[in-house]
């Protein structure tokens, strides 16, 4: 009997959009369960980082998402570590903007994958340019 794969994807997943929902599905179809590590606020002030959406907000939507089976919080580099070995990860998956900087987990658990997925056409970060955009030609305009 084969045993069913387990696939790990961490992130921050502020403002969600249709790349993320891809990464989601494309992480899924790796594997039986898929589990998304969140990054918390606090992990994210660590790394200099803000989120548009609070922690909680951005976990229950990805808990809406049919391809998410668990969300479990990130709150440091070490979790990456801790939740691989404690659900059992056969594949790792992240976005291809962070490719080579996990590989050092495969010295650690000999059996795991890790994967590297395209950027979508769409970014949290372009989403958050745009709007700051509008926002200050409203202000422009009220002026």
């Not at 709007?131 to 200050?136: D, E, Q, R, T, W």
């Amino acid at each position: 009997m084969n045993k069913e794969k387990t696939v790990l994807v961490a992130g921050t997943f502020d403002i969600l959009h249709e790349s993320h929902v891809d990464m989601l599905r494309n992480a899924k179809n790796l594997g039986n369960k898929l589990i998304v590590m969140l990054s918390t606020d606090e992990f994210n002030a660590g790394k200099g980082k803000k989120a548009f959406q609070e922690y909680e907000t951005r976990k229950y939507v990805l808990e809406s998402i049919r391809y998410v089976d668990l969300v479990v919080p990130e709150q440091s580099w070490d979790d990456k570590g801790l939740y691989i070995d404690m659900f059992d990860v056969d594949i790792f998956a992240m976005g291809d903007d962070w490719k080579g900087k996990f590989d050092f987990l495969k010295e650690q658990f000999s059996g795991l994958n890790i994967m590297y997925f395209p950027r979508g056409k769409t970014s949290s970060s372009d989403i958050k340019k745009d709007l700051g955009k509008l926002y200050l030609a409203k202000i422009e305009n009220d002026l």
